[in-house]
């Protein structure tokens, strides 16, 4: 009859084999790669990977500048506003050819001609019959975007109301200008965008 000790010898052998069988059925850890993980030795020899280069930032295009000329005046009575944009044959704008963005804000108008001028142009557009204070002597290139000061190929009466009126131009002025200052459009093709057709620029 076996002793004591050799029965418990015996347990403890059985209880060994279990336990190193269920081991050998466990799965490796999942990696998010399907690899096992490497191990804590070769994985403190293996090279930190750089990170990735910042990608550079799109440049700004550059705005070249030309040159714009409106075609010549063709017509001194007889002009009609249509849909709020001058006749062009009787105004179809003039620049000053010596401004430049950079030399804007130091064109100025000559006071003394445009009282004259606009009575001349209310004529010219049939208007000296209507109130002077219910126009506005309106550069068609604005001065802050290069226009003539004096040419009268560049000033027309324009109405203070109703449909396309003097205050919505003025608006669309400064838009332009804004673009000009912060060089997102060409002097000339602001120039061309006002003259021709404001309301669609």
Same mark, same amino acid.
């Given at each position: 009859m076996p002793s004591r000790l050799a029965v418990m010898a015996a347990a403890r052998l059985i209880v060994l084999i279990v336990l190193v069988g269920l081991s %050998? *059925? $466990?799965q490796p850890a999942a990696t998010t790669s399907g690899v096992p993980t490497e191990n804590a030795s070769s994985s403190a020899l293996?090279?930190?990977?750089?990170p990735p280069a910042p990608t550079p930032a799109t440049p700004a295009p550059t705005v070249t500048a030309s040159?714009?000329?409106?075609?010549?005046?063709?017509?001194?009575? %007889? *002009? $009609?506003?249509?849909?709020?944009?001058?006749d062009p044959a009787c105004t179809p704008g003039a620049v000053d050819p010596s401004v430049s963005p950079s030399t804007m804000s130091a064109t100025i108008p000559p006071g003394d001609v445009t009282e004259k001028i606009k009575c001349d142009q209310m004529a010219a557009y049939g208007l000296q019959d209507q109130r002077l204070a219910d126009y506005e002597l309106d550069y068609d290139i604005a001065l802050e975007l290069g226009g003539s000061p004096a040419d009268v190929a560049n000033l027309w009466p324009q109405p203070w109301s109703g449909e396309a009126n003097a205050h919505m131009k003025d608006g669309v002025e400064t838009y332009l200008n804004r673009e000009l200052c912060r060089g997102a459009m060409?002097?000339?093709?602001?120039?061309r965008q006002i003259a021709s057709d404001w309301l669609s620029a």
């Open positions: %050998g *059925c $466990q293996a090279t930190p990977t750089p040159t714009w000329t409106p075609p010549p005046r063709t017509k001194t009575s %007889g *002009c $009609q506003s249509k849909g709020g944009l001058p060409p002097l000339a093709e602001a120039q």
